[in-house]
DNA sequence: CTACCTCGAGCTCA
DNA sequence: CTCGAGGTAG
């Protein structure tokens, strides 16, 4: 053996795994036998073992998982993860295109378009810094995500070293974990021989394995990365175009997806897509459509954003599966305002990844459109996230036997009276708080987390409790007793008391909570949170009038007839009072009345703020009245500039438009009082 | 809407 | 072992 000492083989035995695991796992294109890669980690191994200190976290060996997580933390990302804007045809694509050269002022001239497949899977960011993998979190809702770095770790396309050199010192990475087709056939195989459950599809198979705390369970799972972007840069550059960042990002160990191309207008994008439409079923994993981005950056920043989406980027779906299959029956749901919705229940189909066995038919026109009827073969589709839908009826395989789908003339669950308000399409229960489904709802309502957050207070302990009497109103479950519960089916002494301990720890709430617990038509999270501020506490809202009340934010006429029944309701004030008497109770908030100072105002955010995301200061600008363009304009009232805005700033000098830096707008923020 | 993971606790049977 | 509740994802 030669003289190299146990730091010096280990480095050179990392050097050559981490190159033959780009090669196979990168580039698809393996230089070793399995055998000889095998031969190397168990060495690699065995000195590590001999040498613990030498082990380090980016080490081949270190993916095999880790001991189980407590819990997944949450993680806020530093640009939020967008999502992409969708079209569901080849006009849609269109469309966009002629969008874009618009606002490009591009004329005739063809867009280059950076094409690729949408991978069905879970969207990520890896967090690289100084090349090292530091972080990989889930897109949550968008701004907050979950910490899964353990679990990432241990999937071999992720590279937890970067390659070469050249790599900006911090990198995040955006892209999509999936598993293969073969890999989910081969773990369903090992499954079922195992008698296990199995994993429907292959993108839930990825979600679930994602979502294990035992990372050691997460690394026996086939799964792989696939990257399409990035998010985060600090010092360093990237390439002018999106294409090239993909291949720079490839150059440094990431996987990319082997399809991506670049086209030339939007006929080229419809040669893609009509190419990978035809291929689809041939590619090694699931996709549900194709991305299709502006590739130059530079005309991407110039495109800018719409809330939650970037203008330069559009996911093309393809068409939504479809299957057939028996309506069996047609349900009538009563929900928390009395309206009555027709649910069709069918007979179990697999489409689109899922078994659909219900899906709503919406009201009495929808059904009275699809003419659909009891026995009837009936058209069911699942786009994507999309909500199943009963497309059509397949008129000819009507049975004889087939039977129209009849409205009720009084309420299926309580008996009362029905009605069809004038120019609405819903029907509507009339009992109120008579009605048990009514008052299930309303139940289920006001002890959901975002209301008065009752743990333990499920749909079926409020069933039970409805259906044996025990409660009639909201304000009932506060009395109920150890005894009562204990009788319960699957309570037992332990459920009873953590429930009890729950609606106590409920008592003490805040006025909004409060507000949107109760359950008055149309007043949801935000706008209950408007009416807290604007009058502070229960009894000035209460005893406000239509017009104090139409001069909240978010508050139109029908909120404030919804408001107004609901304040002239004796039962309603009633319950309110029982609530306030069994000890619910709440600080009254101070009062912020919206004077909306920039009232008729247009503003322009642009460039990267330091302490909040331009979509907070787009949301702070608007509670003061501004409305916040996406473009400066003669009209524009002021142009909000961060470091390294461009074309808007020239723009804003131009027309003379006054230009505010973040300090200053932090200060016109705090000067109103604005804070969420 | 459906599927998945995790947890606590009740149920069941040895 | 099974159920219900609570959370996540697309």
């Given at each position: 053996m030669t003289s190299a000492t146990p730091a010096q083989e280990i480095h050179s035995l990392r050097e050559r795994l981490n190159t033959w695991n780009y090669q196979y796992y990168v580039l698809d294109d393996p230089q070793v036998p399995d055998a000889e890669y095998d031969r190397c980690l168990r060495r690699l191994e065995e000195i590590e073992g001999a040498h613990p200190?030498?082990?380090?976290?980016?080490?081949?060996?270190?993916?095999v998982g880790a001991e189980p997580l407590p819990a997944f933390l949450p993680v806020r990302h530093a640009l939020p993860m967008l999502s992409l804007e969708n079209a569901f045809d080849a006009s849609e694509l269109e469309a966009f295109d002629a969008r874009v050269r618009e606002r490009l002022a591009a004329g005739d001239e063809d867009i280059q378009y950076a094409c690729e497949p949408k991978l069905d899977g879970v969207a990520v960011s890896l967090l690289y810094r100084a090349g090292h993998f530091e972080r990989a979190a889930t897109r949550g809702d968008g701004t907050t995500g979950e910490d899964i770095t353990s679990n990432v770790r241990t999937i071999r396309s992720v590279p937890l070293t970067l390659r070469g050199a050249g790599y900006p010192a911090v990198l995040e990475v955006r892209g999509e974990i999936y598993m293969p087709r073969e890999g989910f056939e081969s773990l369903n195989a090992r499954a079922r021989e195992q008698g296990e459950k199995l994993f429907v599809n292959p993108r839930n198979a990825a979600a679930g394995s994602l979502r294990q705390l035992d990372s050691r369970v997460t690394a026996s799972r086939p799964l792989q990365m696939c990257c399409y972007g990035v998010g985060l840069v600090e010092d360093g550059d990237l390439p002018a175009a999106h294409a090239d960042v993909l291949s720079c990002l490839q150059d440094w160990g990431l996987r990319i997806n082997a399809e991506s191309a670049v086209v030339t207008g939007v006929d080229g994008c419809h040669a893609y897509f009509d190419n990978m439409a035809a291929r689809r079923n041939r590619l090694p994993y699931d996709i549900d459509g194709i991305v299709f981005k502006v590739n130059e950056l530079a005309l991407q920043q110039r495109l800018g954003f719409v809330s939650r989406a970037p203008r330069w980027a559009i996911a093309r779906k393809f068409p939504a599966q479809e299957e057939m299959t028996r309506l069996l029956a047609v349900e009538f749901q009563v929900g928390r305002t009395g309206a009555i919705t027709p649910v069709a229940r069918l007979e179990p189909v697999f489409v689109g990844g899922v078994t659909v066995s219900n899906a709503t038919l919406h009201n009495a026109d929808e059904v009275a459109r699809l003419d659909v009827r009891i026995g009837d073969t009936v058209i069911v589709r699942r786009a994507g996230d999309v909500i199943p839908q009963?497309?059509?009826?397949?008129?000819?395989?009507?049975?004889?036997?087939a039977k129209p789908v009849v409205f009720p003339q009084a309420c299926p669950v309580c008996g009362s009276a029905v009605e069809r308000a004038e120019g609405e399409a819903v029907l509507r229960?009339?009992?109120?708080?008579?009605c048990a489904a009514q008052r299930k709802a309303a139940i289920r309502h006001f002890a959901s987390r975002r209301a008065m957050d009752i743990d333990g207070l499920g749909d079926k302990l409020v069933e039970q409790l409805v259906d044996a009497g025990?409660?009639?109103?909201?304000?009932e479950i506060y009395s109920l007793t150890r005894e009562q519960l204990i009788a319960l089916e699957r309570m037992g002494e332990k459920s009873a008391d953590n429930l009890l301990a729950a609606l106590e720890a409920s008592k003490s709430t805040t006025l909004p909570r409060f507000i949107y617990a109760l359950g008055i038509r149309e007043v949801g999270e935000s706008t209950a949170r408007n009416l807290a501020r604007h009058f502070g506490s229960w009894e000035a809202l209460s005893a406000a009038s239509e017009s104090q009340l139409l001069s909240v934010e978010d508050v139109g006429p029908v909120v404030a007839d919804h408001l107004r029944q609901f304040f002239d309701s004796p039962s309603s004030l009633a319950a309110v009072e029982s609530l306030r008497a069994v000890g619910v109770d709440w600080e009254d908030e101070q009062v912020r009345v919206s004077a909306q100072p920039l009232a008729g105002q247009t503003w322009v955010v642009t460039g990267k703020l330091e302490s909040l995301t331009r979509e907070e200061a787009k949301a702070r600008l608007q509670s003061l009245g501004a409305r916040v363009a996406g473009s400066v304009s003669a009209n524009t009232n002021c142009l909000v500039a961060g470091p390294g805005a461009g074309t808007k700033l020239t723009r804003a000098q131009e027309l003379d438009v006054p230009i505010m830096d973040e300090q200053e707008l932090l200060q016109l923020l705090d000067e109103h009082a604005v804070s969420a």
């Open positions: 200190d030498l082990v380090t976290p980016d080490s081949p060996t270190q993916r009963v497309v059509s009826v397949i008129a000819e395989q009507r049975p004889s036997e229960c009339m009992g109120g708080i008579v025990l409660v009639t109103g909201v304000a």
